[in-house]
């Protein structure tokens, strides 16, 4: 008798340990499938700061050559004595007296 108590909780032990095992390979998978998407996730955000950054420094170098054009064309309507903060209602440039 004492026997078959043994074998019967050998039997519900292996099958406690067969659910938990089903249990723990849901548990991995879903984990998985969540890393596998996070992934993804990250790498498109990644892509796009890279595609971000490059925009911005596009964008820096546009700037700071407009800066050196502008700063060309006020010495050039120095060297031509116009004063650019005297502009007329009518848009020309008076021009100073020399």
Do not use: P
């Not at 911005?56 to 800066?67: R, T």
């Not at 050039?76 to 007296?97: F, P």
């Amino acid at each position: 008798m004492a026997l078959v108590i043994a074998v019967l909780s050998i039997f519900r032990m292996q099958k406690l340990a067969q659910e938990q095992n089903e249990k723990i390979e849901k548990v991995n998978r879903e984990r998985k499938y969540h890393q596998q998407n996070t992934a993804y996730e990250l790498n498109a955000l990644s892509m796009q700061w890279k595609e971000l950054c490059q925009k911005n420094i596009g964008i820096s170098a546009a700037c700071a050559s407009v800066e050196i054009c502008l700063h060309e064309l006020r010495r050039e309507a120095a060297e031509r004595g116009w004063n650019l903060d005297a502009i007329t209602e009518n848009g020309q440039l008076n021009h100073s007296e020399s």
